[in-house]
């Protein structure tokens, strides 16, 4: 079993909306013959998005999940959303990777979103790559984004490969490590070939800036290195590797994921040179107290932990709980012991996800990224362990809502379902809020911007056959005295028995702002009863 923890690559595609991770992702499945046609975001017909209201909108809105073997080794990809409507989604479901794939547009470049997934990468101190995309669109170029890149992150990108040609012409890569060159046709088919003449001056310059930033993330390979000696490709792999690993840089590769360019290769890195759970080492947690620290390694023979990243509302199969492993191992079905809630769990089938498909598996140990459904009491930020060994992990929080729509049933009396309904998308979607206005009385649903409060009405809409209509909300308008004012009060009785007649001044002036309310009793001589007095 731990030979599988070492051969898995939990791997997270991030970036802002439209660089292209789902056309990564696709493609990736597609060379490793996972799946058996290409599809298009454009087409709507991608294994990781296939809700309705993603392909409504030609964009991810929820991560998407899926597998494949390369080189005898399991790549877990996890294709997260690049809309910042969606970003709580995208911190939530990195938590459950090893490292980063950080795909930037060669055309359009960096966006807010890649720098916001960058700085969160950095943050779970998750190894990263870069990979520069549409590098066959017009107006594409390698080298200025390259250049935005090493003026916005840190640690610093370092060229890993070159690009052969330039927009319509581009259909190839030279690998600064081999130095090889390989060229594509147009089934993506690669073959090497020798290096472009006219790029051996800028290969052989980059080549050696490249060993350099290598060697200076080992010690004795920077002394070798200075000294004169020539290195191994060996040497400089080993190296590049444990600076990876270290996160002394981050590999720039280069491609084109729609035109099946390079693609192979960032398949091949991926295994050859990002993290496996082992070599991430131990998660930490702490005792339920939260007062002692608890090291979980990824250990198959360990006491079972995990933690809950993400979960998804079906009608049907009812509240689908998706987990990652840190130590131990699961059975097809058991118990676990959920640390939040302090209550045993019980599954009946261990699940894996790939794409929209959730297939039965027999078990899974240290890395691996599982699903079981219809938990009573676990939600997204659980922690999952053995009841004999209790330990908590430490989730992301969702981002602050920052829009909000007043919400009402279209059909009266139905208001019951629509709370009901919108509670179990709260559970799929932690940065929505359902609140009420205890001034406008008013039920308000809020989150990250207005994209994300319609999806989610037409999601809604689709899973539980409800229909809400969204309003502005109400202005809670508030009073206040602005001025001095006397008013006066008379009150006669003359009809019958004795005559009844009152005469009252009322004073109202304003006081300082946060000095509260002062009543002040101005009557003398018992002019007008006491008893009266507390009605006023």
Same mark, same amino acid.
């Given at each position: 079993m731990s030979e599988m923890v070492e051969q898995l690559r939990n791997i997270a595609f991030v970036a802002h909306g439209g660089a292209g991770k789902t056309s990564l992702a696709e493609v990736m499945l597609y060379n490793a013959g996972v799946i058996n046609r290409l599809g298009r975001v454009e087409d709507g017909n991608t294994v990781m998005d296939f809700e309705p209201e993603e392909? $409504?909108?030609?964009?991810s809105l929820s991560s998407g999940f899926h597998q494949y073997n390369w080189k005898q080794q399991i790549v877990s990809i996890i294709d997260t959303p690049g809309d910042q409507n969606f970003f709580s989604d995208t911190r939530s479901c990195m938590q459950a990777a090893d490292g980063v794939v950080v795909?930037?547009?060669?055309?359009?470049?960096?966006?807010?979103?890649?720098e916001m997934a960058w700085d969160f990468a950095n943050e779970l101190a998750l190894p990263c790559v870069i990979f520069i995309n549409k590098l066959d669109r017009e107006r594409s170029d390698f080298f200025r984004t390259f250049k935005d890149a090493t003026d916005t992150f840190e640690p610093k990108p370092i060229i890993l490969q070159l690009p052969i040609g330039s927009e319509s012409e581009f259909n190839g890569v030279v690998d600064l490590i081999s130095m090889k060159a390989y060229i594509y046709d147009t089934e993506g088919k690669s073959k090497e070939v020798d290096i472009p003449s006219d790029m051996q001056e800028m290969v052989e310059s980059e080549r050696e800036a490249l060993v350099e930033n290598i060697a200076e993330a080992d010690d004795e390979l920077l002394e070798r290195y200075l000294e004169g000696e020539t290195l191994?490709?060996?040497d400089i792999e080993s190296a590049l590797r444990k600076g990876i690993l270290s996160r002394a840089f981050a590999p720039v590769l280069c491609g084109s994921a729609t035109k099946n360019i390079g693609?192979?290769?960032?398949?091949?890195?991926?295994?050859n040179c990002m993290p496996s759970p082992l070599d991430r080492g131990?998660?930490?947690g702490t005792d339920p107290s939260g007062e002692n620290e608890i090291k979980c390694y990824p250990d198959p023979d360990a006491p079972f932990s995990a933690f809950v990243f993400k979960t998804v509302a079906d009608p049907y199969a009812g509240r689908l709980s998706i987990f990652r492993i840190v130590s131990g191992s699961l059975g097809s079905d058991g118990t676990f012991y959920n640390v939040n809630k302090e209550s045993k769990e019980r599954f009946n089938q261990l699940l894996m996800i790939t794409g929209k498909e959730q297939k039965p598996i027999k078990g899974a140990g240290p890395g691996a990224i599982v699903a079981v459904a219809k938990l009573k009491d676990t939600t997204t930020g659980a922690t999952l362990c053995s009841e004999s060994n209790k330990v908590k992990f430490k989730c992301v929080e969702p981002l602050p809502t920052l829009i909000s729509f007043s919400i009402e049933s279209k059909s009266k009396g139905n208001e019951? $379902?629509?709370?009901?309904?919108?509670?179990?998308?709260?559970?799929?979607?932690?940065?929505?809020k359902l609140t009420r206005n205890s001034e406008t009385k008013e039920i308000l649903?809020?989150?990250?911007?207005?994209?994300?409060?319609?999806?989610?009405i037409e999601k809604l809409k689709r899973k539980f056959n409800v229909e809400v209509l969204l309003n502005i909300p109400k202005v809670p308008y508030k009073e206040t005295i602005k001025k001095k004012v006397r008013v006066q009060g008379?009150? $006669?009785?003359?009809?019958?028995?004795?005559?009844?007649?009152g005469d009252c001044w009322i004073q109202i002036e304003p006081m300082q702002r946060s000095k509260g309310f002062e009543f002040v009793d101005a009557i003398v001589g018992g002019a007008i009863p006491k008893n009266y007095i507390p009605a006023v």
């Amino acid at each position: 079993m731990s030979e599988m923890v070492e051969q898995l690559r939990n791997i997270a595609f991030v970036a802002h909306g439209g660089a292209g991770k789902t056309s990564l992702a696709e493609v990736m499945l597609y060379n490793a013959g996972v799946i058996n046609r290409l599809g298009r975001v454009e087409d709507g017909n991608t294994v990781m998005d296939f809700e309705p209201e993603e392909l $409504k909108r030609s964009m991810s809105l929820s991560s998407g999940f899926h597998q494949y073997n390369w080189k005898q080794q399991i790549v877990s990809i996890i294709d997260t959303p690049g809309d910042q409507n969606f970003f709580s989604d995208t911190r939530s479901c990195m938590q459950a990777a090893d490292g980063v794939v950080v795909i930037i547009d060669a055309v359009d470049g960096l966006k807010v979103q890649t720098e916001m997934a960058w700085d969160f990468a950095n943050e779970l101190a998750l190894p990263c790559v870069i990979f520069i995309n549409k590098l066959d669109r017009e107006r594409s170029d390698f080298f200025r984004t390259f250049k935005d890149a090493t003026d916005t992150f840190e640690p610093k990108p370092i060229i890993l490969q070159l690009p052969i040609g330039s927009e319509s012409e581009f259909n190839g890569v030279v690998d600064l490590i081999s130095m090889k060159a390989y060229i594509y046709d147009t089934e993506g088919k690669s073959k090497e070939v020798d290096i472009p003449s006219d790029m051996q001056e800028m290969v052989e310059s980059e080549r050696e800036a490249l060993v350099e930033n290598i060697a200076e993330a080992d010690d004795e390979l920077l002394e070798r290195y200075l000294e004169g000696e020539t290195l191994s490709d060996d040497d400089i792999e080993s190296a590049l590797r444990k600076g990876i690993l270290s996160r002394a840089f981050a590999p720039v590769l280069c491609g084109s994921a729609t035109k099946n360019i390079g693609i192979n290769l960032v398949s091949d890195f991926i295994v050859n040179c990002m993290p496996s759970p082992l070599d991430r080492g131990p998660k930490i947690g702490t005792d339920p107290s939260g007062e002692n620290e608890i090291k979980c390694y990824p250990d198959p023979d360990a006491p079972f932990s995990a933690f809950v990243f993400k979960t998804v509302a079906d009608p049907y199969a009812g509240r689908l709980s998706i987990f990652r492993i840190v130590s131990g191992s699961l059975g097809s079905d058991g118990t676990f012991y959920n640390v939040n809630k302090e209550s045993k769990e019980r599954f009946n089938q261990l699940l894996m996800i790939t794409g929209k498909e959730q297939k039965p598996i027999k078990g899974a140990g240290p890395g691996a990224i599982v699903a079981v459904a219809k938990l009573k009491d676990t939600t997204t930020g659980a922690t999952l362990c053995s009841e004999s060994n209790k330990v908590k992990f430490k989730c992301v929080e969702p981002l602050p809502t920052l829009i909000s729509f007043s919400i009402e049933s279209k059909s009266k009396g139905n208001e019951d $379902k629509v709370f009901i309904s919108l509670s179990k998308l709260l559970e799929e979607d932690t940065a929505l809020k359902l609140t009420r206005n205890s001034e406008t009385k008013e039920i308000l649903l809020s989150g990250r911007g207005q994209v994300h409060i319609e999806a989610t009405i037409e999601k809604l809409k689709r899973k539980f056959n409800v229909e809400v209509l969204l309003n502005i909300p109400k202005v809670p308008y508030k009073e206040t005295i602005k001025k001095k004012v006397r008013v006066q009060g008379k009150h $006669k009785k003359q009809s019958g028995g004795h005559g009844q007649f009152g005469d009252c001044w009322i004073q109202i002036e304003p006081m300082q702002r946060s000095k509260g309310f002062e009543f002040v009793d101005a009557i003398v001589g018992g002019a007008i009863p006491k008893n009266y007095i507390p009605a006023v």
